[in-house]
Protein backbone atom coordinates (compact mmCIF):
# COMPACT_ATOMS: atom_id res chain seq x y z
CA UNK A 1 0.00 0.00 0.00
CA UNK A 2 1.86 2.85 0.72
CA UNK A 3 0.20 3.22 3.52
CA UNK A 4 -3.28 3.05 2.87
CA UNK A 5 -3.93 6.34 2.77
CA UNK A 6 -0.14 6.91 1.26
CA UNK A 7 -1.59 4.98 -1.94
CA UNK A 8 -3.83 7.44 -2.36
CA UNK A 9 -1.81 10.68 -2.50
CA UNK A 10 0.65 9.28 -4.41
CA UNK A 11 -2.12 8.44 -7.05
CA UNK A 12 -4.21 11.88 -6.69
CA UNK A 13 -1.22 13.58 -7.41
CA UNK A 14 0.40 12.46 -10.61
CA UNK A 15 1.15 15.80 -12.06
CA UNK A 16 3.23 16.71 -9.58
CA UNK A 17 4.77 12.92 -9.49
CA UNK A 18 5.41 13.90 -13.23
CA UNK A 19 7.26 17.12 -12.55
CA UNK A 20 9.33 15.34 -10.38
CA UNK A 21 10.63 12.55 -12.30
CA UNK A 22 13.90 12.16 -13.37
CA UNK A 23 14.49 10.91 -16.69
CA UNK A 24 17.40 8.58 -17.35
CA UNK A 25 19.03 8.44 -20.79
CA UNK A 26 18.07 6.07 -22.97
CA UNK A 27 20.53 3.33 -23.60
CA UNK A 28 20.09 2.62 -27.24
CA UNK A 29 22.35 4.05 -29.99
CA UNK A 30 20.80 7.24 -31.31
CA UNK A 31 19.53 6.61 -35.57
CA UNK A 32 20.62 9.74 -36.07
CA UNK A 33 24.50 8.48 -35.95
CA UNK A 34 23.67 6.92 -38.88
CA UNK A 35 23.93 9.21 -41.94
CA UNK A 36 22.26 7.32 -44.57
CA UNK A 37 18.87 6.20 -44.90
CA UNK A 38 20.42 2.59 -45.92
CA UNK A 39 22.73 2.84 -42.85
CA UNK A 40 19.74 3.35 -40.91
CA UNK A 41 17.67 0.47 -42.01
CA UNK A 42 20.34 -1.66 -41.68
CA UNK A 43 20.90 -0.94 -37.48
CA UNK A 44 17.49 -1.21 -36.70
CA UNK A 45 17.77 -4.88 -38.30
CA UNK A 46 20.84 -5.68 -36.35
CA UNK A 47 19.05 -4.43 -33.59
CA UNK A 48 16.11 -6.64 -33.52
CA UNK A 49 18.36 -9.44 -34.38
CA UNK A 50 21.18 -8.62 -31.65
CA UNK A 51 18.75 -7.27 -28.95
CA UNK A 52 15.18 -8.43 -29.09
CA UNK A 53 14.49 -7.85 -25.37
CA UNK A 54 14.39 -3.94 -26.63
CA UNK A 55 11.54 -3.98 -28.48
CA UNK A 56 9.14 -6.05 -27.15
CA UNK A 57 8.03 -6.93 -23.86
CA UNK A 58 5.94 -10.80 -24.02
CA UNK A 59 2.61 -10.29 -22.45
CA UNK A 60 0.80 -13.18 -23.69
CA UNK A 61 0.09 -14.87 -20.48
CA UNK A 62 -1.16 -11.60 -18.82
CA UNK A 63 -4.52 -10.60 -19.03
CA UNK A 64 -5.27 -7.12 -18.37
CA UNK A 65 -9.20 -6.70 -18.74
CA UNK A 66 -11.28 -8.87 -16.79
CA UNK A 67 -13.72 -11.76 -18.09
CA UNK A 68 -14.21 -13.89 -15.51
CA UNK A 69 -18.03 -13.77 -13.62
CA UNK A 70 -18.88 -12.08 -10.37
CA UNK A 71 -18.52 -13.43 -7.07
CA UNK A 72 -21.23 -12.51 -4.57
CA UNK A 73 -20.18 -12.71 -1.06
CA UNK A 74 -21.96 -11.35 2.47
CA UNK A 75 -19.93 -9.11 4.94
CA UNK A 76 -20.01 -9.30 8.40
CA UNK A 77 -18.70 -6.44 10.18
CA UNK A 78 -16.36 -6.64 12.78
CA UNK A 79 -16.08 -3.45 13.84
CA UNK A 80 -16.44 0.14 12.43
CA UNK A 81 -14.38 1.88 15.49
CA UNK A 82 -10.92 1.97 14.48
CA UNK A 83 -8.07 4.79 13.24
CA UNK A 84 -6.61 3.65 10.12
CA UNK A 85 -6.36 -0.22 9.89
CA UNK A 86 -3.64 -1.47 8.14
CA UNK A 87 -2.96 -4.96 9.15
CA UNK A 88 -4.22 -8.23 11.56
CA UNK A 89 -2.80 -10.83 13.45
CA UNK A 90 -4.81 -13.69 14.92
CA UNK A 91 -3.34 -15.18 18.19
CA UNK A 92 -5.76 -18.39 17.90
CA UNK A 93 -7.98 -18.28 20.57
CA UNK A 94 -10.96 -15.75 18.67
CA UNK A 95 -9.09 -12.64 19.29
CA UNK A 96 -8.27 -10.49 16.44
CA UNK A 97 -5.18 -7.38 16.84
CA UNK A 98 -5.52 -4.88 14.70
CA UNK A 99 -2.55 -2.31 13.55
CA UNK A 100 -3.52 1.47 13.57
CA UNK A 101 -1.56 3.46 11.15
CA UNK A 102 -1.68 5.86 14.12
CA UNK A 103 0.37 3.52 16.30
CA UNK A 104 -1.90 1.63 18.38
CA UNK A 105 -2.63 -2.59 18.30
CA UNK A 106 -5.49 -2.76 19.26
CA UNK A 107 -7.28 -5.69 20.58
CA UNK A 108 -10.91 -7.69 19.37
CA UNK A 109 -12.25 -9.70 21.83
CA UNK A 110 -15.26 -11.33 22.43
CA UNK A 111 -16.29 -9.97 19.15
CA UNK A 112 -15.59 -6.37 20.94
CA UNK A 113 -12.98 -3.71 20.43
CA UNK A 114 -11.71 -3.40 23.75
CA UNK A 115 -10.99 0.14 24.84
CA UNK A 116 -6.90 -0.69 25.94
CA UNK A 117 -4.35 -1.01 23.65
CA UNK A 118 -2.26 -4.57 23.10
CA UNK A 119 0.78 -2.02 22.31
CA UNK A 120 1.63 1.99 21.76
CA UNK A 121 4.22 2.36 19.87
CA UNK A 122 2.65 6.33 18.82
CA UNK A 123 6.14 7.99 20.77
CA UNK A 124 8.70 6.07 19.20
CA UNK A 125 7.25 7.41 15.68
CA UNK A 126 7.20 9.75 13.67
CA UNK A 127 4.40 12.29 13.96
CA UNK A 128 1.77 11.26 11.74
CA UNK A 129 -0.15 14.21 9.10
CA UNK A 130 -4.09 13.77 9.72
CA UNK A 131 -4.98 14.69 6.61
CA UNK A 132 -2.60 12.61 4.79
CA UNK A 133 0.80 10.03 5.47
CA UNK A 134 1.99 7.14 4.37
CA UNK A 135 4.01 6.64 7.75
CA UNK A 136 3.43 4.85 10.89
CA UNK A 137 2.76 1.56 11.91
CA UNK A 138 2.60 -0.43 8.51
CA UNK A 139 2.90 -4.09 9.91
CA UNK A 140 2.42 -6.73 12.42
CA UNK A 141 2.76 -10.42 12.73
CA UNK A 142 3.29 -13.10 15.75
CA UNK A 143 5.81 -15.71 15.92
CA UNK A 144 5.04 -18.76 14.33
CA UNK A 145 6.00 -20.06 17.51
CA UNK A 146 3.74 -17.56 18.81
CA UNK A 147 1.87 -19.86 21.68
CA UNK A 148 5.01 -20.33 23.12
CA UNK A 149 7.35 -17.28 22.98
CA UNK A 150 4.86 -15.04 22.65
CA UNK A 151 6.23 -12.56 20.43
CA UNK A 152 5.32 -9.91 18.37
CA UNK A 153 6.87 -8.29 15.33
CA UNK A 154 6.11 -4.14 14.08
CA UNK A 155 7.53 -2.61 11.90
CA UNK A 156 6.34 1.22 12.02
CA UNK A 157 8.09 4.83 10.92
CA UNK A 158 10.05 6.45 13.40
CA UNK A 159 12.80 9.71 13.34
CA UNK A 160 15.88 10.18 12.13
CA UNK A 161 19.00 12.48 10.95
CA UNK A 162 20.70 13.64 8.58
CA UNK A 163 18.74 14.24 4.92
CA UNK A 164 16.38 11.63 5.33
CA UNK A 165 12.86 12.17 6.16
CA UNK A 166 12.32 8.81 8.63
CA UNK A 167 13.56 5.33 9.44
CA UNK A 168 11.66 1.82 9.24
CA UNK A 169 12.28 -0.14 12.05
CA UNK A 170 11.39 -3.44 12.37
CA UNK A 171 11.03 -4.08 16.34
CA UNK A 172 9.93 -7.46 18.35
CA UNK A 173 7.91 -7.18 21.67
CA UNK A 174 7.11 -10.48 24.15
CA UNK A 175 3.53 -10.45 25.73
CA UNK A 176 2.74 -9.94 29.70
CA UNK A 177 2.93 -13.83 31.40
CA UNK A 178 -1.05 -14.86 31.41
CA UNK A 179 -2.15 -11.78 29.27
CA UNK A 180 -3.60 -10.29 25.82
CA UNK A 181 -1.20 -7.38 26.05
CA UNK A 182 2.44 -6.60 25.03
CA UNK A 183 5.29 -5.91 27.68
CA UNK A 184 6.28 -2.12 26.32
CA UNK A 185 9.64 -2.31 27.90
CA UNK A 186 10.18 -5.54 26.35
CA UNK A 187 10.80 -3.99 22.51
CA UNK A 188 14.04 -5.04 21.09
CA UNK A 189 14.27 -2.94 17.31
CA UNK A 190 16.08 -5.77 14.93
CA UNK A 191 16.44 -3.73 11.87
CA UNK A 192 16.33 -0.09 10.69
CA UNK A 193 16.53 1.36 7.25
CA UNK A 194 16.91 5.23 6.60
CA UNK A 195 14.27 6.97 3.86
CA UNK A 196 14.88 9.73 1.74
CA UNK A 197 10.79 10.71 1.25
CA UNK A 198 8.11 10.19 3.72
CA UNK A 199 6.43 8.27 0.97
CA UNK A 200 6.82 4.54 -0.89
CA UNK A 201 7.14 2.52 2.83
CA UNK A 202 6.12 -1.25 2.14
CA UNK A 203 6.13 -2.17 5.15
CA UNK A 204 4.30 -5.15 4.91
CA UNK A 205 6.02 -8.15 7.38
CA UNK A 206 4.74 -12.14 7.04
CA UNK A 207 6.32 -15.24 8.32
CA UNK A 208 7.19 -17.43 5.34
CA UNK A 209 6.32 -21.45 5.38
CA UNK A 210 10.27 -21.57 5.79
CA UNK A 211 10.02 -20.10 9.45
CA UNK A 212 12.00 -16.75 8.16
CA UNK A 213 10.17 -13.45 8.53
CA UNK A 214 9.70 -11.52 5.17
CA UNK A 215 9.56 -7.74 4.74
CA UNK A 216 8.86 -5.16 1.72
CA UNK A 217 10.31 -1.57 1.28
CA UNK A 218 8.88 0.80 -0.85
CA UNK A 219 11.94 2.69 -3.13
CA UNK A 220 12.13 5.78 -0.79
CA UNK A 221 9.83 7.41 -2.61
CA UNK A 222 8.97 10.32 -4.71
CA UNK A 223 8.01 10.31 -7.97
CA UNK A 224 9.69 7.43 -10.38
CA UNK A 225 12.00 6.18 -8.14
CA UNK A 226 14.28 9.36 -8.51
CA UNK A 227 17.31 8.52 -5.70
CA UNK A 228 20.22 7.49 -7.20
CA UNK A 229 21.79 7.10 -10.70
CA UNK A 230 18.98 4.89 -11.29
CA UNK A 231 16.63 4.94 -8.45
CA UNK A 232 16.79 2.06 -6.16
CA UNK A 233 14.64 -0.55 -7.32
CA UNK A 234 17.25 -1.95 -9.56
CA UNK A 235 19.96 -0.64 -7.12
CA UNK A 236 21.72 -3.75 -4.75
CA UNK A 237 23.56 -1.88 -2.16
CA UNK A 238 20.17 -0.64 -0.57
CA UNK A 239 17.04 -2.44 0.96
CA UNK A 240 14.97 0.26 -0.41
CA UNK A 241 12.70 -1.09 -3.27
CA UNK A 242 12.95 -4.78 -2.28
CA UNK A 243 11.29 -7.93 -0.70
CA UNK A 244 13.54 -9.00 2.32
CA UNK A 245 14.15 -12.20 3.79
CA UNK A 246 15.77 -12.47 7.51
CA UNK A 247 15.95 -15.15 10.11
CA UNK A 248 14.74 -13.45 13.32
CA UNK A 249 14.42 -16.86 15.71
CA UNK A 250 17.73 -15.51 17.75
CA UNK A 251 17.54 -13.45 20.42
CA UNK A 252 19.97 -10.82 19.20
CA UNK A 253 19.21 -9.17 15.97
CA UNK A 254 18.55 -11.24 13.07
CA UNK A 255 21.25 -13.53 10.88
CA UNK A 256 20.75 -13.52 7.04
CA UNK A 257 19.62 -17.06 6.16
CA UNK A 258 22.57 -18.79 3.81
CA UNK A 259 20.37 -19.73 0.84
CA UNK A 260 19.38 -16.15 0.01
CA UNK A 261 19.99 -15.55 -3.62
CA UNK A 262 22.36 -12.68 -3.13
CA UNK A 263 24.55 -13.97 -0.02
CA UNK A 264 28.38 -13.63 -0.62
CA UNK A 265 27.55 -11.42 -4.34
CA UNK A 266 29.53 -8.48 -4.03
CA UNK A 267 27.67 -4.95 -3.98
CA UNK A 268 24.47 -6.65 -3.05
CA UNK A 269 22.81 -6.94 0.07
CA UNK A 270 22.14 -10.30 1.14
CA UNK A 271 18.66 -9.58 2.97
CA UNK A 272 17.47 -8.79 -0.37
CA UNK A 273 14.75 -12.27 -1.71
CA UNK A 274 13.61 -10.15 -4.68
CA UNK A 275 13.96 -6.73 -6.35
CA UNK A 276 12.68 -4.13 -8.40
CA UNK A 277 9.92 -3.29 -6.67
CA UNK A 278 8.37 0.17 -6.18
CA UNK A 279 6.01 -0.33 -3.18
CA UNK A 280 4.96 -3.98 -2.07
CA UNK A 281 2.25 -2.24 0.14
CA UNK A 282 0.74 -5.66 0.99
CA UNK A 283 1.94 -9.26 0.38
CA UNK A 284 1.12 -12.91 1.42
CA UNK A 285 1.81 -16.66 0.87
CA UNK A 286 -0.47 -18.84 -0.25
CA UNK A 287 -0.89 -21.01 2.56
CA UNK A 288 -1.64 -24.15 -0.05
CA UNK A 289 1.27 -23.61 -2.51
CA UNK A 290 3.41 -21.07 -0.70
CA UNK A 291 3.93 -18.79 -3.15
CA UNK A 292 4.48 -15.37 -2.15
CA UNK A 293 1.68 -13.00 -4.08
CA UNK A 294 2.24 -9.31 -3.94
CA UNK A 295 0.05 -5.94 -4.93
CA UNK A 296 2.97 -3.68 -6.04
CA UNK A 297 1.61 -0.03 -6.46
CA UNK A 298 2.11 1.56 -9.62
CA UNK A 299 3.31 5.04 -10.87
CA UNK A 300 1.20 6.74 -13.41
CA UNK A 301 -0.31 4.37 -15.36
CA UNK A 302 -0.52 0.72 -14.41
CA UNK A 303 -0.79 -1.62 -11.14
CA UNK A 304 0.20 -5.22 -10.77
CA UNK A 305 0.14 -8.26 -8.93
CA UNK A 306 3.41 -10.48 -8.60
CA UNK A 307 4.64 -13.84 -7.72
CA UNK A 308 7.79 -13.14 -5.96
CA UNK A 309 10.07 -16.03 -6.03
CA UNK A 310 13.78 -15.98 -4.99
CA UNK A 311 16.38 -13.61 -6.92
CA UNK A 312 13.57 -12.58 -9.38
CA UNK A 313 13.72 -8.55 -10.78
CA UNK A 314 10.29 -7.61 -10.99
CA UNK A 315 11.28 -4.15 -13.09
CA UNK A 316 11.04 -1.17 -11.64
CA UNK A 317 11.57 1.77 -12.59
CA UNK A 318 13.14 0.18 -16.11
CA UNK A 319 8.98 -0.84 -16.19
CA UNK A 320 5.81 -0.68 -14.70
CA UNK A 321 3.51 -3.33 -14.60
CA UNK A 322 4.22 -4.86 -18.39
CA UNK A 323 5.29 -1.49 -19.98
CA UNK A 324 8.45 0.62 -20.29
CA UNK A 325 8.77 3.57 -17.73
CA UNK A 326 12.64 4.65 -17.76
CA UNK A 327 13.60 4.65 -20.93
CA UNK A 328 9.32 5.39 -22.17
CA UNK A 329 10.20 3.07 -24.84
CA UNK A 330 12.38 0.55 -26.34
CA UNK A 331 13.18 -0.85 -22.62
CA UNK A 332 15.48 -3.89 -22.16
CA UNK A 333 13.50 -6.33 -20.37
CA UNK A 334 15.63 -9.15 -20.17
CA UNK A 335 15.92 -10.98 -17.02
CA UNK A 336 12.87 -9.31 -15.65
CA UNK A 337 10.14 -11.32 -14.53
CA UNK A 338 6.66 -10.08 -15.37
CA UNK A 339 3.27 -9.67 -13.44
CA UNK A 340 0.72 -12.10 -13.78
CA UNK A 341 -1.87 -9.36 -13.80
CA UNK A 342 -2.28 -5.43 -14.23
CA UNK A 343 -4.66 -2.97 -14.75
CA UNK A 344 -4.49 0.64 -15.67
CA UNK A 345 -5.88 3.81 -14.20
CA UNK A 346 -9.08 3.56 -16.03
CA UNK A 347 -9.75 0.75 -13.42
CA UNK A 348 -8.22 2.28 -9.92
CA UNK A 349 -5.03 3.63 -8.89
CA UNK A 350 -3.55 1.73 -6.30
CA UNK A 351 -3.20 -1.68 -6.14
CA UNK A 352 -3.97 -3.22 -2.29
CA UNK A 353 -2.36 -7.22 -2.15
CA UNK A 354 -4.57 -9.72 -0.59
CA UNK A 355 -4.77 -13.36 0.21
CA UNK A 356 -5.51 -16.84 -1.94
CA UNK A 357 -8.75 -17.79 -0.07
CA UNK A 358 -8.28 -21.42 1.40
CA UNK A 359 -11.34 -21.19 3.90
CA UNK A 360 -14.56 -23.61 3.63
CA UNK A 361 -17.71 -20.59 3.82
CA UNK A 362 -17.08 -19.29 0.33
CA UNK A 363 -16.28 -22.37 -2.31
CA UNK A 364 -16.51 -20.12 -5.59
CA UNK A 365 -13.49 -17.99 -4.36
CA UNK A 366 -11.72 -21.30 -3.32
CA UNK A 367 -7.90 -21.22 -4.27
CA UNK A 368 -8.69 -17.69 -6.09
CA UNK A 369 -6.62 -14.77 -5.24
CA UNK A 370 -8.21 -12.06 -3.56
CA UNK A 371 -7.21 -8.91 -3.46
CA UNK A 372 -9.11 -4.50 -4.00
CA UNK A 373 -7.60 -1.04 -5.16
CA UNK A 374 -7.95 1.61 -2.63
CA UNK A 375 -10.73 3.02 -4.21
CA UNK A 376 -12.77 0.35 -3.48
CA UNK A 377 -12.98 -2.49 -5.70
CA UNK A 378 -12.63 -5.96 -4.83
CA UNK A 379 -11.48 -8.37 -7.32
CA UNK A 380 -10.03 -12.23 -7.84
CA UNK A 381 -7.60 -13.59 -10.39
CA UNK A 382 -8.15 -17.21 -11.10
CA UNK A 383 -5.03 -18.90 -13.33
CA UNK A 384 -6.33 -20.60 -16.13
CA UNK A 385 -3.96 -22.62 -18.31
CA UNK A 386 -0.82 -20.49 -18.38
CA UNK A 387 -3.10 -16.80 -18.30
CA UNK A 388 -4.58 -14.95 -15.11
CA UNK A 389 -7.82 -13.44 -14.99
CA UNK A 390 -10.09 -11.20 -13.35
CA UNK A 391 -13.35 -11.34 -12.34
CA UNK A 392 -15.25 -9.10 -9.63
CA UNK A 393 -16.47 -9.47 -5.97
CA UNK A 394 -19.60 -7.81 -5.19
CA UNK A 395 -20.39 -7.72 -1.55
CA UNK A 396 -23.58 -7.47 0.40
CA UNK A 397 -23.96 -5.46 3.95
CA UNK A 398 -20.68 -3.85 2.68
CA UNK A 399 -20.78 0.11 1.60
CA UNK A 400 -18.83 1.01 -1.59
CA UNK A 401 -17.41 4.31 -0.58
CA UNK A 402 -15.12 2.42 1.51
CA UNK A 403 -11.17 2.59 0.78
CA UNK A 404 -9.87 -1.17 1.14
CA UNK A 405 -6.71 -0.41 3.14
CA UNK A 406 -5.46 -4.21 3.49
CA UNK A 407 -6.75 -7.69 3.92
CA UNK A 408 -6.31 -10.39 6.98
CA UNK A 409 -6.44 -14.15 6.89
CA UNK A 410 -7.29 -15.85 10.06
CA UNK A 411 -6.27 -19.71 10.87
CA UNK A 412 -9.49 -21.35 9.06
CA UNK A 413 -8.35 -19.64 6.13
CA UNK A 414 -10.93 -17.03 6.09
CA UNK A 415 -10.50 -13.46 4.78
CA UNK A 416 -11.38 -10.12 6.50
CA UNK A 417 -11.10 -6.32 4.55
CA UNK A 418 -9.83 -3.25 6.20
CA UNK A 419 -11.59 -0.11 4.99
CA UNK A 420 -11.51 3.53 6.11
CA UNK A 421 -13.82 6.14 5.12
CA UNK A 422 -11.32 9.06 4.26
CA UNK A 423 -7.70 9.59 2.90
CA UNK A 424 -6.27 9.89 5.80
CA UNK A 425 -6.03 8.69 9.76
CA UNK A 426 -7.95 11.64 11.34
CA UNK A 427 -11.40 9.51 11.81
CA UNK A 428 -12.14 6.92 14.39
CA UNK A 429 -14.78 4.88 11.43
CA UNK A 430 -12.07 2.42 10.00
CA UNK A 431 -13.64 -0.85 9.84
CA UNK A 432 -13.20 -4.74 9.57
CA UNK A 433 -15.21 -6.88 7.04
CA UNK A 434 -15.48 -10.67 7.41
CA UNK A 435 -16.30 -12.45 3.63
CA UNK A 436 -19.02 -14.50 4.63
CA UNK A 437 -21.15 -17.57 3.17
CA UNK A 438 -23.71 -15.30 0.91
Same mark, same amino acid.
Given at each position: MICLYYIKAVKLEPSIEQLMKKQSDTPYPRLFLYSTFFGALLFLALLVLVLPSFTAIDTKNITKD???GTIMVQAQRITSNLQAP?????????? *????? %??GKIRLIKNGKLTDKPVLDVTDKMVKITKSYDERGLLGIVLSPKFHTDRKLYVFYSAPTSGNFNCKGVLAV???? @??????????????????? @????? !??GCIQFGPDGYLYL??? !??????DRHGAFGN? %??MDTWLGKILRID????????? @???NPFVNRGGAKPEIWAYGLRNAWRFSFDKASGQLFAGDVGQDAWEEVDIIEK????????????HCFDPAKGCNVKGITMPIYEYSHRDGISIIGGYVYNGESIPALKSKYVCADWTGPLFYLKKTANT? %???? *??? %????????????GEDASGELYVLTNPDTGPNNDSGGIYKFVKN
Open positions: GDLVALAFPGNGD *IMVAE %QTYKML @PNSDYADAGSGRVLFTVDK @PEYNH !DGSLG !DGGGAGG %QKVSGDKGYSV @PKDGNNYGWRITEGTW %QRGK *ITV %QNYSDNLKVTGF
